[in-house]
């Protein structure tokens, strides 16, 4: 950043990149706060099963990866210990004023505003409604479920508008390191009052020059060559999975003992599952997980939006799931039978290309720094601080 200060210029590092601009880190910490609290109340409701429930600590722990040992009746689910994690790290990220807190806050939000949403057309049915007055929990889980819906709105509400776009960094250190700038290129200093309506009509989203309603000296979200390529390696992989996920359960959904219309009434209807346990169905994990691959792989391939937060979460969910399965796998000995048939063979291929995608998805967004690939360079002169 370029100040200058009567007749002294003042070169030092811009802002960083990888992080919020200072205006939004009150939506930061309002997201982290929420999002603590949602996890807080999943932990709960953990802690009370492990309780009641028949086994040991260690039989939970055990059953965080082998389904095998876990209980047949669970308040909260794989699902739901998945997510409790995830919105502790997004919460993490968020008190850090991470950038990629807000893409990773924003998917969380949307699943939690999905989750209140099938509950709500489940109160419709007066029997489901009834379960709730007379179950000895029902009260703390329809708190638990209102909990998750002002979770989701308050979430969404705060981190929607709190966007950087290719502008971040303008501001202060744009308007303070122009005239530097200018002055180093030999510039006159009235070229200010000159170029401001050209930048206010960019800033306000009208084209400039280069055909971006945006700063276009300031980098985008996956500005660089590498960032653009790794975030479309991950759209690839996601879509993938979205399509073989598709393709497995239109599959299933066409054999005759399957009641496709229960199904996907199932996904989006919480009374038919007829039960208060807040784990989630099997029908709108599916589903829901389907759509998040379609949803983030196209966002990821086209590589206009920082997606890195929400990639991570549900790339390490989707990671965390497939490991419980595969070693499902290996407690029930499937490997060595899987082989025997088509069906086994495509399942076991299936699992593979999960663990090694999901894998591969969560290292690269680790890795992934744009803002470092494409952060602008400073000029010449204002490197070397040769300007007067």
């Known amino acids: 950043m370029v100040m200058q200060d009567g007749d002294a210029l003042d070169v030092r590092p811009g802002g960083d990149p990888s992080r919020a601009a200072p205006h939004h880190h009150g939506a930061y910490h309002t997201t982290a706060f929420f999002l603590t609290l949602y996890a807080a109340a999943l932990t709960a409701w953990t802690v009370y099963g492990i309780v009641q429930g028949d086994g040991s600590v260690w039989d939970f722990v055990e059953g965080l990866f082998n389904p095998g040992a876990s209980p047949a009746s669970q308040l909260v689910g794989p699902y739901e210990w998945a997510f409790a994690a995830a919105f502790l790290a997004t919460a993490g990220l968020a008190v850090a004023h991470r950038r990629p807190a807000r893409s990773a806050a924003l998917f969380s939000g949307f699943f939690l505003l999905a989750v209140s949403l099938r509950e709500m057309i489940g109160l419709f049915d007066a029997a489901y409604r009834d379960q709730y007055a007379t179950d000895p929990l029902g009260g703390w889980a329809l708190a638990t479920r209102v909990l998750g819906l002002v979770v989701a709105v308050v979430v969404l509400a705060a981190m929607l508008p709190a966007t950087e776009g290719r502008g971040w960094g303008r501001g202060r250190s744009k308007s ?103 784990a989630a169905s099997a029908e709108f994990t599916t589903l829901g997980s389907i759509l998040g691959f379609f949803v983030l792989g196209v966002l990821a391939f086209r590589a206009r939006r ?66 470092r690939e494409g952060e602008a360079e400073p000029s010449g002169a204002a490197v070397r601080g040769d300007a007067t």
């Open 176 to 278: 303070a390191g122009s005239e530097g700038q200018r002055l180093g290129r030999g510039e006159p200093a009235g070229s200010e009052d000159r170029g401001r309506g050209r930048r206010e009509s960019a800033g306000a989203g009208e084209p400039g020059p280069h055909g971006s309603g945006a700063d276009a000296s300031v980098p985008g979200p996956c500005a660089g060559a590498r960032g653009r390529r790794l975030s479309r390696i991950c759209g690839v992989l996601f879509l993938a999975m979205g399509a073989i996920r598709l393709a497995w359960t239109t599959r299933d959904l066409s054999t005759a003992e399957m009641d496709t219309v229960r199904y996907l009434r199932g996904a989006v209807d919480g009374s038919v599952l007829g039960t208060l346990n807040l």
């Open 306 to 371: 920082d997606v890195r937060g929400a990639l991570l979460v549900f790339a390490s969910v989707e990671l965390y799931l497939t490991v419980r399965t595969a070693v499902w796998l290996a407690v029930t000995d499937f490997f060595n039978q899987s082989f025997e048939t088509p069906d086994g063979t495509l399942s076991m291929a299936t699992t593979a290309f999960g663990l090694a995608s999901m894998t591969s998805v969560v290292v690269l967004v680790m890795g992934w720094r744009p803002g």
